[in-house]
């Protein structure tokens, strides 16, 4: 409830489905990845779908990634979006990811400086409109039972 005030009871139980499923894990695996001493640069994709009630669902950063919104071309999950705000995201995460690929961090010209990951700041890039750093925005720093 703290992470979506004012949420109906499905938005929160597939928060917290999301929570479970996805973030938590990867996150997990990230501080365990940390702790043996190697790089880990951690990512969320909060891109919200126009389409009613999707949100920023499971696989919905597919198009950004490849950067090919033309595949996707009467994809509900595109439906009504702007193309420019597709295709500028499309840019930063398929050039941050080309850049991982080549030299093992993800710095891109078209991505704000990428941190890496840890446990204490728990810095993750965050993919909206506005591609940003963002610290612990899981809220993990706080106590699981609260989140």
Request: hydrophobic share 40%; aromatic share 10%.
């Amino acid at each position: 409830r703290r992470r979506r005030p004012g949420g109906s009871a499905a938005e929160l139980v597939g928060d917290a489905e999301t929570y479970l499923k996805f973030e938590r894990p990867s996150l997990e695996f990230a501080d365990a990845v940390g702790r043996l001493g190697r790089a880990v640069f951690a990512y969320r994709f909060d891109w919200q779908s126009p389409m009613p009630g999707l949100d920023s669902g499971h696989c919905l950063e597919l198009p950004f990634v490849f950067n090919n919104p033309g595949a996707w071309t009467g994809s509900p999950m595109l439906a009504g979006a702007d193309p420019a705000a597709i295709a500028g995201l499309g840019d930063a995460m398929q050039s941050a990811w080309a850049a991982f690929v080549k030299t093992g961090r993800p710095q891109a010209e078209a991505v704000p400086d990428w941190p890496p990951y840890d446990e204490t700041t728990r810095l993750t890039m965050c993919f909206d409109d506005i591609v940003a750093a963002v610290a612990d925005p899981a809220g993990l720093g706080r106590s699981r039972r609260e989140i």
